[in-house]
């Protein structure tokens, strides 16, 4: 994205954003500051490949139906306010219910299992202009709660047009939020908390956060470590589905943390877009490689060379996923599985 505007500066949404920001400050929503000085809003567009010959069935039976790379262009225009669903709830109104939306979402986390290790998801699709990140977010639900048999233990943040007034939105104060409600059901010294993050990411590594007409604070590698230190979680797994995504590695990695990302940092990577249910990266580690076995690492080297052999049928560039293992981290992971009674293969539909 370009460098030229004041990284700590939000675009505004002229009038409407005054109005908003008027109401935010009466319900405490507001940041008194940026979060971070990387941090940002800005208007952005999609930029997208010409539509590639679809890669073959998968072992689960469906793929990523559009070869799109999930990059950011670097010009700015904003997205017609228009599009907003008529019978939805207003903007103002949606902000204003962000507070309650996030109480109920981790009252509804179910209490840790004692005496193994248990897993906590957080899940976040970040783009509302496509429902291939809704989709991946709603589908990690349901991977967790009936193949690693853990139901009530994932948080979905996303934003989509459909669940405006159903789920919380994906926005930097409720990845704190949820991070903090969180904190408070894991054991921090013993669970493990996974992140999985789908959306459009940008060459300058940040990762496109979106539900126009609502002003939201765009997401980085500063950013998000900031926030996952907020409390001492000992075991983290955080997942990265953006182009150029392999820039959150520098800052994410480290003794008792797996990350996975589905792009080198200078790669785009591919299967979002409007015609798409899933991404090249969520159908190949999600759908096919964590049906297939529940090591992350073994269905990580499952999914690269799936995505690697598509990428090469339809003569696309490498996106090159990257992993970065963490001292502690596999055995925590293995002691994780060896309590685990995993459940049948979940196949994969599009959220309705």
């Not at 004692?114 to 429902?131: C, H, I, M, T």
């Not at 996974?194 to 950013?223: C, K, N, R, W």
């Not at 792009?263 to 409007?274: I, L, M, N």
């Amino acid at each position: 994205m370009p460098s030229h505007l004041d990284p700590r500066r939000r675009t505004p949404i002229y009038v409407l954003g005054a109005f908003i920001a008027g109401a935010l400050l009466t319900v405490g929503l507001l940041h008194l500051g940026p979060p971070s000085a990387t941090a940002r809003r800005e208007p952005v567009a999609v930029t997208a490949l010409a539509p590639a010959p679809t890669p073959a069935d998968t072992v689960a039976g469906v793929h990523p139906a559009v070869a799109t790379s999930t990059a950011i262009d670097d010009t700015s225009v904003d997205v017609d306010s228009g599009d907003w669903p008529s019978d939805a709830p207003t903007p103002e109104q949606v902000f204003a219910a962000q507070p309650e939306a996030m109480r109920k979402a981790v009252a509804a986390l179910a209490p840790r299992a004692p005496g193994k290790p248990n897993v906590y998801v957080l899940a976040f699709g970040g783009d509302g202009s496509e429902d291939v990140f809704r989709n991946e977010a709603e589908y990690v639900d349901s991977l967790v709660s009936r193949r690693f048999a853990s139901p009530g233990h994932t948080l979905v943040l996303e934003n989509n047009p459909a669940t405006l007034s159903t789920r919380p939105l994906a926005s930097w104060t409720n990845l704190e939020g949820a991070v903090d409600g969180l904190a408070k059901v894991m054991d921090t010294r013993e669970d493990i908390l996974v992140v999985y993050l789908a959306t459009h990411g940008g060459s300058d590594h940040s990762l496109l956060v979106d539900m126009d007409p609502i002003p939201l604070d765009q997401l980085d590698p500063e950013g998000l470590a900031q926030i996952l230190s907020r409390h001492a979680f000992r075991w983290k797994v955080v997942v990265v589905n953006a182009c150029y995504s392999g820039g959150f590695i520098p800052k994410l990695s480290g003794p008792g943390s797996l990350v996975l990302t589905s792009a080198r940092k200078d790669r785009t990577s591919f299967g979002c877009g409007v015609d798409s249910d899933i991404t090249y990266f969520g159908r190949a580690w999600l759908v096919d490689g964590l049906n297939a076995t529940p090591d992350f690492v073994e269905a990580f080297g499952k999914a690269k060379t799936e995505i690697a052999s598509w990428e090469a049928k339809d003569a696309l560039e490498a996106s090159e996923p990257q992993i970065a293992v963490g001292d502690g981290i596999e055995d925590k992971l293995a002691a994780w599985r060896k309590s685990l009674k995993a459940g049948p293969a979940v196949p994969f539909e599009p959220a309705k």
